[in-house]
């Protein structure tokens, strides 16, 4: 039996007037999605237990079968495992986005883009050395990561920042976060200094000569050490690979013990590499019995609230990820179980990530009975299961699995 789960991040929405009081999810065309949901199982899972912030670290964690009650330590120290970043037990690392900030005369600060204009992964690399070379000591380092993702280690104690996600503001005022920075001599000679470095790289005075947004000022937040989570081949006696474009989705693999597989041309945006993905689940699935594919599109429309680009990541996962692999399995006539689903919503209108329960179709190859009969959808989920709580990501794989969480 092979054992799937695939993760179109961010597909969740919330009704929209253009769209006719459809999410983007209905809306687009689905239909390798909707015809496993017929002929599946539709569940209500809750992968952002109540109390934690409804980040894709919490639900890709809990999809992966952990309650992130027990394990959960911030978002960073994942994306540092993904990099090959030893931490010491005196070592936080913090996300270090690359972002594009506006001061102005008044002393307000705005976050006008979250991605610096989702930067090269060439470019960054140059500005990320730049910083090391001009604002490391003893305290810092950085280590560059894909696009605007970075990662900061901090050594020793350090005074508490409460950081916030960059891409929950954007193009609103955050002086009150960046004063945070401010009022601390450690934290403002790191950041300022760093505004320096780059504001004056020659990379980001051609971005500004090109209309380009720059990466003008690094952002922290996510902090925390490496998590403790039993792996899951020792859990589940399961091996097992996950395919994903993006540091952290790599990180909580390498915890959870499964093999990393990476894509040439995975971006995790609408360009991704969708072709080399599915072929590498298949290709997975020869030798090993499990594999979690993460695309991260979705979401990233969601942030930047484009309806278009969101309805096009979404047909696009439908089209050139689920199908193909279902198509790949049935050609091989390999007996199945599979799980598509999402880990939050990022609705078009709130830009940022919600902790809604999420919609999770279940598909059993050898099932002959009469499925659900529904689509798949946010409001389907709820059709479905009327007068059951949601479950949680760790019943959700016990039930994928066939078997009860360890």
């Known amino acids: 039996m092979k054992y799937l789960i695939l993760v179109g991040d961010g597909m969740g929405d919330r009704p929209m007037s253009e769209l006719g009081g459809r999410t983007v999810l209905e809306a687009a065309r689905t239909p390798a999605?909707?015809?496993?949901?017929?002929?599946?199982?539709?569940?209500?899972v809750q992968t952002v237990p109540s109390g934690f912030p409804p980040g894709s670290d919490v639900a890709n964690l809990?999809?992966?079968?952990?309650?992130?009650?027990?394990?959960?330590?911030?978002?960073?120290p994942l994306e540092a495992a993904a990099m090959g970043i030893e931490l010491a037990p005196d070592e936080t690392a913090f996300r270090c986005n690359l972002v594009t900030?506006?001061?102005?005369?008044?002393?307000h600060t705005r976050m006008i883009d979250y991605s610096a204009g989702h930067i090269a992964t060439d470019q960054a690399h140059i500005l990320i050395s730049a910083l090391q070379q001009i604002c490391a000591n003893s305290t810092f380092r950085f280590y560059p990561g894909i696009n605007y993702r970075h990662i900061l280690v901090v050594k020793g104690a350090y005074p508490d920042l409460a950081p916030v996600p960059p891409?929950?503001?954007?193009?609103?005022?955050?002086?009150?976060?960046w004063q945070r920075y401010l009022n601390d001599p450690t934290w403002q000679k790191l950041v300022l200094g760093a505004e320096q470095v780059l504001l004056n790289h020659p990379i980001n005075q051609e971005r500004i000569r090109r209309g380009q947004n720059p990466g003008n000022?690094?952002?922290?937040?996510?902090?925390?050490?490496?998590?403790?989570?039993?792996?899951?081949?020792?859990?589940?006696?399961?091996?097992?690979?996950?395919?994903?474009?993006?540091?952290?989705?790599?990180?909580?693999?390498?915890?959870?013990?499964?093999?990393?597989?990476?894509?040439?041309g995975a971006t995790g945006w609408i360009d991704t590499n969708y072709e080399g993905k599915a072929e590498a689940a298949l290709h997975c699935l020869t030798d090993q019995d499990y594999v979690f594919v993460h695309v991260e599109a979705p979401d990233e429309a969601g942030h930047q609230g484009s309806r278009t680009a969101k309805l096009q990541a979404i047909e696009d996962f439908d089209r050139r990820i689920v199908a193909p692999i279902i198509a790949g399995l049935r050609e091989r006539r390999e007996e199945f179980r599979v799980i598509v689903t999402m880990d939050h919503f990022t609705p078009l209108e709130l830009r940022t990530h919600t902790s809604d329960p999420v919609p999770a179709l279940l598909y059993d190859s050898r099932e002959m009975v009469p499925g659900c009969g529904l689509s798949f959808s946010e409001k389907n989920?709820?059709?479905?299961?009327?007068?059951?709580?949601?479950?949680?990501?760790?019943?959700?794989?016990?039930t994928l699995l066939e078997r009860r969480s360890q």
């Open 62 to 76: 809990s999809l992966l079968g952990y309650r992130p009650e027990d394990c959960y330590s911030g978002r960073a």
């Open 101 to 107: 900030l506006e001061h102005d005369v008044q002393g």
């Open 167 to 177: 891409h929950d503001f954007i193009n609103q005022d955050v002086s009150r976060h």
């Open 381 to 398: 989920g709820k059709v479905a299961n009327p007068e059951q709580q949601p479950i949680s990501g760790a019943e959700m794989l016990a």
């Open 217 to 264: 000022g690094i952002w922290l937040w996510g902090e925390g050490r490496l998590p403790r989570m039993t792996p899951i081949p020792e859990q589940y006696n399961l091996q097992g690979s996950l395919i994903s474009a993006v540091d952290l989705l790599k990180g909580l693999g390498i915890c959870a013990g499964l093999k990393i597989i990476n894509v040439p």
């Open 33 to 44: 999605m909707d015809q496993l949901c017929r002929q599946g199982h539709l569940l209500q």
